[in-house]
């Protein structure tokens, strides 16, 4: 049994950051909040994220999984402005049910055997920043601007991002001073595909601090909340390795 | 003799109303005010209009017949703002000379001949509710995300907006508290095209009052007015029947 | 050697006045200010752009040719607000060197023998009138909607912008009282390509004063300023001459 109410505003901030990675997912309902755990069809980038219960407006849940296509969410969020209120209801069978003000809609789920949450990595990474999404979501847009391969590097004294095409290249440094945050056991340099990372902005624009992590050809991993930390966000993506003979 | 002009807010209203139906328009001008009757070249949807010569900022007009081309009459309208003059020359028999600020532009008439105004049903539907014009926007196109052929159904208690598509549906139900009018003899339903529907949001977003009347399987019929009640639009929809067979 | 800083803004103006014509231009700067000349691939247009060092934040210049393409200092551009300072650094060989806020951009020039500057031609026009840019720009934007080829002719009393189409026509009448400024030896007119005129709108604008000048079958040569007069910007425009035979 399902049956929950969000502000438009939490929904839309949800269905934007799965749908940087698919289009379709599974609501996994508890009655301590939301999760969900997705991966694109590359297998390249994951995203794990959580609301706890506390963010939504009303909350009455015994466990629920729902298969959701994020087109029909947003076609409904954009229906609403921010502070309308939205519900969602769904009996473990049948339709789910969602409203906005006077609009009832009503949507078979996804067949849940055909969406198959991955398993996250568990991933001990050696470097990590802490910075304002906007800021890095301006670098990932510049870099776009000449290539699509993203090298980041960082040491104790500061965190680069480069990218190298034919005749231009964009280089973007921020020294230990212009970071909120940076740990470093030791250098590290690795490389990623910003045709993931640029998606991205449309969420970053509006988050505080994103902390970025990875190491020498590891996965990158993104943290960040919303809602005043009841929402969290892992994003974690595959490195680019550069292989011999290529 | 023509000779009127109108504060570009009004010819954009007149023009975008039309559009909704038809590319080429006959506009009756006579003393007392503008008549235009379109019919779409399905003949599936109509619209009379009619404005008051106190809409206009001045009218001097003998009877005339103008034959227009909505696109010329909005590139016109797109190069002033909502406040702006715009006067309408004709002598009955050469040009229309338009002018906005210091520019003057100079059509030939379409050829009346091609122009035929349709004969308008004189309808008695039994059954109508009255609506904020906003409203009625929002729910066809939420209606409109899951299918194309929306049934309208109404009884004394409620007025209800219903669609099914292949795996979602979309109802939206006003209550007779939640209407400005409800008036029915007996329930009816009837179905309409929302592909002829959905382009009146753009017209009925600053609309106050839009009044719907149809029965079982009659013409639809929506009123509203505009300009402090001195230009009045009658739309007309066929009902789409299913018949047996299909 | 190079190295100037400027608000984003006055780039933008730059790269959108060039762009009316060229893709790639060369950038000559001097101990006193930037010049660029160029001319379109049909040798039609031509715009001379001339901004004093004083309009900059910083200048620090010898003598400097850098060949740019107007594409990536727009994607620089892009990335910044009215008031973000935007430096650039040359060093006559190797790349140049772009920089807002954290990012730097690197980019090898284009190659000077590929750049061509024009011989502007030195006129001695008999007419000019003076007039605000968005007025001329609307009228540029109102003739396009009937024709391309538009027809300006002038006299001591008057300035009329006019273009005739198949069933269509637009005139702009512009009294003397009604502009900045009129000199006319003797009445002229003179046609010239509206797909040339239409695109300097954007930069027009936000110019107070515009002056053109031209001729019987003349070139028509326009002039603006921009920043407090520190910048200055030639457009010349070849004649549309309708030929005998054609």
Same mark, same amino acid.
């Given at each position: 049994m399902l049956n929950v109410t969000a502000r438009q505003e939490l929904l839309s901030r949800i269905a934007d950051t799965i749908s940087i990675v698919v289009e379709e997912a599974r609501f996994d309902f508890s009655e301590n909040g939301l999760n969900v755990r997705v991966v694109d069809p590359s297998h390249v980038a994951m995203v794990k994220l959580d609301v706890d219960a506390v963010a939504f407006e009303t909350w009455e849940v015994e466990e629920a999984m729902v298969g959701l296509e994020m087109k029909k969410l947003k076609e409904l969020i954009s229906l609403g402005g921010a502070d309308d209120i939205i519900s969602m209801t769904y009996d473990g069978k049948g339709d789910v049910l969602m409203n906005l003000g006077k609009i009832d809609r009503s949507s078979r789920p996804l067949d849940n055997n055909t969406l198959n949450p991955p398993n996250l990595p568990? *991933?001990? *990474?050696?470097?990590? /920043?802490?910075?304002?999404?906007?800021? *890095? $979501? @301006? $670098?990932?847009? $510049?870099?776009? @601007? /000449?290539?699509?391969?993203?090298? *980041?590097s960082i040491d104790q004294e500061k965190f680069t991002i480069h990218v190298s095409g034919p005749n231009d290249s964009v280089t973007v440094v921020y020294g230990h001073d212009e970071l909120q945050g940076i740990t470093c056991e030791s250098p590290a340099k690795s490389q990623y595909s910003l045709t993931y990372l640029v998606p991205l902005g449309k969420v970053f624009s509006s988050i505080e601090s994103v902390t970025i992590a990875f190491g020498e050809n590891f996965p990158l991993a993104m943290d960040f909340t919303f809602s005043d930390g009841s929402g969290s966000v892992k994003y974690f993506l595959a490195p680019r390795v550069e292989q011999e003979g290529y």
């Open positions: 568990n *991933l001990d *990474l050696p470097c990590s /920043v802490t910075i304002r999404g906007s800021e *890095l $979501a @301006q $670098a990932f847009r $510049a870099a776009r @601007q /000449v290539g699509d391969l993203v090298t *980041l």
